[in-house]
């Protein structure tokens, strides 16, 4: 596939998200972005005063030097990040210039604001990882803030005149579509490689996934100030979770009825399945493709579909002690021994003895919930397991293949597998008792802090199922 363009740009601004984008450009086979190529006190990273053999001095004397330079020294399609304080005149030439891809980051600017104000307090510009994250509360200056949105506002109304005027278009990209691989792909395919990204760049971290109201000091007076409209949705939750898939291998259908379970990982798993098995001796079917799944639907008139939600405390509870505090088949054996390394989580070296007793268990689950917060946030190089994503995220990825026609609560799941039987005709068979697991009962250790550590972290499964504070 022939290349649409001949050099591309990608126009910005601080803390919109471009060192992320970049990082990801630059692992899509055929393209090379250059950095802040024409930023006026480096050439392409701090500190630098020469690239592609092009010094300051000689692309402050005639930015095309430098341009021509990346374009011959790069295998594929060359391109650079601009802001709106770099040389005005390759912004000039390369506008108006159709052989110029334009792809257009754009970023909340009341989170861009505050962003910028947490680096330059903290000095941390880029984060690599969870374990070397710094954080700031700041305080929101309106004046200051007018003068930014203004700033950023002129930079896009300039570029999109320019862009009208000549009768081209942009890729215009979110701050928050920076995770989604799709979208990434997309970029990709407007560029005219033929390259695509297989899992998204991993070196460049989120650095402040907190909402608003934790970052800013006068966080009633900034909302007062920006007036009651919220147009710059200040009031939302910040989302980094990665997007996830449907997961059809995992589904769980009956022969015996028309019934199709959609698991959610740390819910009653075992309980439900040995529910289902309660109908009848065909075992039940799993690891289906999407093709067998349709072949299931079409053998099964009046099926129903269904998944059990889980309070996100006892959820998370249950997955600490399974997969990350008992060693054994179920344990993530190289996650919990990163977690005691790296992270600093205080788990026992094997299995928990009689002196691992509730004080231990509950500094150990704390610690465990502080990296699912940054694992969550996308500050870290851990995989997020589907055992400790939000609900919400879960039950998204389903909906791409099937929605499910009831959403159960776990605390009322006789109730709602007797009403589901009602639909399908058929009478529910006992519903089996989970097994405990770990040394410690959850409300051994449950308290305030516990409660308000979790809701922070799932905010959204609070929010979007309506789960209160456990009794």
């Known amino acids: 596939m022939a290349p649409r363009f001949d050099y591309f740009m990608i126009c910005a601004e601080m803390r919109t998200g471009s060192n992320f984008l970049e990082e990801n450009v630059n692992a899509i086979p055929g393209l090379r972005c250059w950095g802040e190529a024409f930023n006026p006190v480096f050439v392409g990273r701090a500190g630098n005063t020469k690239m592609a053999g092009v010094t300051m001095e000689e692309r402050d004397a005639d930015p095309m030097v430098l341009l021509s330079a990346m374009r011959a020294q790069s295998p594929g399609l060359a391109g650079f990040r601009y802001f709106h304080d770099h040389d005005p005149r390759i ?15 754009t970023r909340n600017p009341v ?24 954080s700031a509360k700041v305080r929101f200056d309106p004046k200051e803030f007018a003068a930014h949105l203004d700033r950023v506002r002129g930079a896009q109304e300039r570029l999109l005149r320019r862009l009208q005027v000549t009768g081209q278009t942009a890729f215009y990209i ?14 990709a395919a407007f560029l ?30 900034m909302t007062a100030a920006l007036g009651d409209l919220d147009r710059f949705a200040i009031s939302r939750t910040p989302n980094f979770e990665p997007r996830r898939g449907p997961n059809v291998p995992g589904y769980v259908a009956s022969c015996d009825v028309p019934l ?35 072949q299931w639907k079409r053998k099964s008139p009046g099926h129903r579909s269904f998944t059990v939600v889980r309070h996100p405390i006892r959820r998370i509870h249950d997955t600490f002690c399974r997969r990350i505090l008992m060693p054994g088949r179920a344990c993530y ?36 919930l502080a990296f699912v917060k940054g694992n969550l946030g996308n500050q870290t190089s851990l995989r997020v397991d589907a055992a400790w994503a939000s609900q919400w995220m879960i039950l998204q990825g389903m909906s791409k293949v099937q929605l499910p026609d009831m959403i159960l609560r776990d605390d009322q799941l006789y109730q709602g597998l007797h009403q589901l039987c009602a639909q399908v005709g058929a009478e529910a068979p006992p519903v089996p008792a989970e097994e405990p697991v770990g040394p ?12 308000a550590t979790v809701r922070d972290i799932y905010q959204r499964d609070y929010v979007m199922f309506g789960f209160r504070a456990l009794a």
């Open 174 to 187: 979110g701050y928050e579509d920076l995770a989604d691989l799709d979208v990434m792909n997309g970029l």
């Open 260 to 294: 199709l379970y959609l698991p959610v990982e740390g819910g009653p798993r075992a309980a439900v399945e040995g529910w289902l098995e309660g109908f009848g001796p065909t075992p039940l079917i799993r690891g289906q493709s999407q093709k067998e799944l349709r």
């Open 440 to 451: 410690v009962p959850l409300d051994a250790i449950y308290d305030a802090e516990v409660e």
């Open 111 to 134: 989170d861009s604001y505050v962003s910028l104000k947490i680096a330059r307090s903290t000095g941390q510009w880029r984060l690599g990882d969870l374990k070397q994250a710094r």
């Open 192 to 221: 005219g490689v033929s390259g695509r990204l297989e899992k998204k760049a991993t070196r460049t971290k989120v650095q402040n996934p907190a909402p608003l109201s934790s970052k800013v000091e006068n966080y009633d007076e």
């Open 333 to 368: 054996g190289e996650i919990r021994a990163t977690l005691r390394s790296h992270y600093g989580v205080p788990l026992p070296e094997g299995a928990p003895d009689d002196r691992y007793d509730a004080a231990a268990h509950r500094a150990a689950f704390l610690g465990f």
């Open 91 to 105: 912004e000039e030439h390369c506008v108006d210039d159709p052989a110029c891809a334009k792809i257009v980051l």
